[in-house]
């Protein structure tokens, strides 16, 4: 698990330095263990605060990734 471009990982401050070497996090123990939260980059976090532009962001994602499924959401 890695941060991507629009979200990011803050570790637990005993992690850090394993947060930072790029080792994978195995199992979903060591996730709980290593990271405190994840946040997003603010820009998305205030798009994502207007109800139109949530909604049409989701129809966007379900369509990319689940084709023919829009309906059922």
């Known amino acids: 698990m890695r941060s ?3 979200w990011h990982l803050w ?3 005993s992690y850090v330095k394993l ?3 790029k080792e994978k996090l195995k199992t979903l123990a060591e996730v709980k263990q290593a990271i405190k939260y994840a946040y997003l980059d603010e820009e998305l976090f ?3 605060q207007d109800p ?3 909604s049409s962001l ?3 994602l379900v369509a990319r990734w689940f084709p023919g499924r829009v309906k059922r959401i």
């Open 4 to 6: 991507g471009k629009f």
């Open 11 to 13: 570790a637990n401050p």
């Open 19 to 21: 947060i930072s070497s």
């Open 46 to 48: 205030e798009f994502l």
């Open 52 to 54: 139109i532009l949530r």
């Open 58 to 60: 989701v129809t966007v």
